[in-house]
């Protein structure tokens, strides 16, 4: 970047913002303050930058409007910000429904409500804001709603209160998760991608599965997962890796809408994959009150298991369809991985002081300042001053974007737990189930779905925790296992149709049909659907018991979902036939939702290979007409 427009960034009103609020972030890390004073300055930045970084799009006003409009939000963000500063220590001290709640709470209380709701639209779009207003909505009507749902409702200053004066509403749980942990971890994802961390990944699949059948798909899923584990954002994901990997697919022989497909489900897979894992997962870390290193832990094997499904179904689709390899050639031209392998210094040391025991935040702080180290161990990867201001500006705007909706969704949690909204529901759920595990499980997982459709994943899951997770723990199940649950659909509601946001991002890149893109992803994703039954029943495959116990557990849930693949992907040599891919496909789901060892499930294991070898067989031993239709069809 020529030092001309280096000034002009510098000079950036948003920029400047940012940079106070990277330091404020880790003034507060290295000297912790009031829970009432850092939450609400962390909002006021996040806030200030969001509507710098997403001015007013309204084509019907004229400009000056929308600047005015602009201009006012920010100062009313200002003043809210400064309300808090100059209260924060009465906040701190006040006792809830005793000490007196003042004029100036309420407005302030009802313009950071209103500056959130405008910047949750402004950020993920009017789904949200939507499901927001019904729950404002519910807290002050409950009282005129029929049966389990009624409740006599809050007056203003009880819902200002608790929404805004304590740690329950807005400045809760989820305002603290993206003060104490998705910050820095923005932060170091936004220094690795700087320093061409993002690009290492995407040679390295590239040069590992290049070469294989459907190895261009193959490559997504691999670049994906490696990047989904430091980025944990869906739908970046998709935008970073999606440009190289969906004209990589199209130039093999993938239509347009199934390269969009394979690189949305990858993507959205990476949420999942530790030692990032989106901020759904710090709030599930918040919610239980564990250390995050164990919640990355428990999501290691289903993860796994994930993207082992997701290669094995690409494979056999890319052999049944013909796809080809890419050549020597197009492997050769990407970059050599040998002079930059130390770029994978960063994220070795960010598990390793995970693992060590250090916090979240702090390890997130090492891995971002060996950012500034690693890249000049050698010649090749220096960086220069534009790199490292990139790091400085897209950091603290995409913490602003994830800060601003997930605080809005305090909301949600405080209105829930004061009209005892969660426990009801969890009674009405359980009723519905009839006490039925199975059924329960199957509700939540469907309300999961439809709860993500259009909204981040972390919004859904903390719907979803609240609504869901006290009726599953009633069932008997652990608590790490049921938040894992919710937190699993919800994941996979981005590429649920027909709102899928991670699918229509990869059409978007890709050119193509954007439901066709959903239909692919979604259908792709059911190789992996059922992974959560397996560790609802079998708590070993969340990293809970013994060594042996939990490879044994992991071993067995690789080969129920390999089955599952095997039945989706219909190839075993030639093309199954329909009867022998549906033995296999109920084969494989009782193998992953019984007990590992149970009677069931070794014989789901045995029927669902044992048919997929005897059609193997049929096809090289040239079986009589009868077996060779019975097990395998013509090629078409």
């Avoid at 891919?581 to 939702?593: N, P």
Wanted: glycine share 10%; hydrophobic share 60%; aromatic share 10%.
């Amino acid at each position: 970047m020529p030092s001309k427009a280096l000034a002009t960034v510098f000079r950036s009103p948003a920029f400047l913002i940012g940079l106070a609020f990277t330091a404020f972030q880790v003034w507060i890390l290295l000297e912790p303050q009031q829970p009432m004073f850092q939450r609400p300055m962390h909002l006021c930045f996040a806030l200030v930058l969001l509507f710098l970084y997403h001015p007013l799009t309204a084509p019907g006003l004229p400009r000056p409007v929308r600047i005015g409009i602009d201009a006012l939000v920010i100062a009313t963000t200002l003043a809210v910000g400064a309300y808090y500063l100059l209260a924060f220590e009465r906040l701190t001290t006040r006792m809830e429904n005793v000490s007196p709640i003042f004029p100036l709470d309420i407005w302030a209380g009802m313009a950071l409500i209103v500056l959130l709701l405008e910047g949750a639209r402004r950020a993920v779009g009017w789904i949200l804001v939507f499901v927001l207003v019904v729950f404002i909505a519910y807290a002050f009507l409950g009282g005129a709603l029929p049966g389990w749902l009624s409740f006599r409702g809050f007056t203003l200053d009880a819902a200002i209160e608790i929404s805004t004066m304590t740690t329950a509403g807005v400045l809760g749980i989820t305002t603290s998760t993206s003060v104490d942990f998705v910050f820095y971890f923005i932060l170091f994802g936004a220094f690795y991608a700087a320093i061409g961390g993002g690009q290492l990944f995407i040679d390295l699949a590239i040069r590992l599965a290049g070469r294989a059948v459907g190895g261009t798909a193959k490559t997504a899923i691999i670049a994906s997962s490696l990047m989904g584990s430091i980025s944990g954002s869906a739908v970046a994901n998709v935008v970073s890796t999606g440009v190289f990997t969906i004209p990589l697919m199209k130039r093999c022989g993938f239509r347009g809408h199934q390269a969009a497909g394979v690189e949305a489900i990858a993507s959205t897979g990476g949420q999942l994959m530790p030692p990032v894992m989106g901020v759904a997962a710090f709030i599930m870390a918040e919610m239980l009150n564990i250390p995050y290193a164990q919640i990355a832990l428990a999501g290691l094997i289903p993860a796994v298991a994930f993207y082992l499904a997701l290669l094995l179904v690409v494979d056999l689709i890319a052999r049944r369809d013909g796809q080809r390899a890419m050549t020597a050639e197009e492997v050769a031209e990407t970059a050599p991985l040998l002079p930059r392998i130390h770029l994978l210094l960063p994220p070795i040391i960010l598990v390793a002081t995970l693992v060590h025991g250090y916090s979240a935040a702090y390890a997130a702080i090492a891995a971002t300042l060996s950012c500034f180290v690693v890249p000049f161990l050698r010649r090749t990867t220096w960086v220069g001053a534009d790199r490292i201001v990139n790091g400085l500006r897209n950091a603290p705007r995409q913490a602003a974007e994830v800060a601003v909706p997930i605080a809005a969704i305090g909301l949600v949690i405080a209105v829930a737990v004061q009209s005892n909204l969660a426990l009801k529901f969890a009674g009405s759920l359980l009723s519905l189930s009839e006490g039925s595990i199975y059924a329960s499980l199957a509700l939540a997982m469907v309300g999961c779905i439809i709860t993500g459709m259009g909204l981040p994943t972390v919004a859904a899951y903390i719907i979803g925790a609240v609504l869901y997770v006290p009726a599953l723990q009633k069932l008997g199940l652990e608590p790490l296992a049921a938040h894992f649950f919710i937190f699993y659909y919800c994941v996979l509601s981005m590429v649920t149709p027909p709102v899928a946001l991670a699918s229509f991002a990869a059409a978007g890149v890709g050119q193509t049909s954007a439901m066709k893109t959903s239909m692919s992803a979604f259908g792709l994703s059911l190789v992996a659907f059922f992974i959560p039954f397996g560790f609802v029943f079998d708590p070993t495959l969340l990293w809970q018991g013994t060594a042996g116990d939990i490879a044994l557990s992991a071993a067995a849930l690789m080969l129920s979902t390999a089955l599952w693949a095997m039945a989706f992907g219909g190839w075993c040599g030639r093309p199954l036939s329909w009867p022998v891919r549906t033995v296999v496909a109920v084969a494989g789901l009782l193998a992953v939702i019984e007990p590992v060892g149970s009677a069931i499930c070794l014989s789901a294991v045995f029927v669902g290979w044992g048919g997929l070898a005897a059609a193997y067989l049929a096809f090289r031993l040239q079986w009589g007409v009868v077996g060779s239709h019975l097990f395998v069809r013509a090629a078409e």
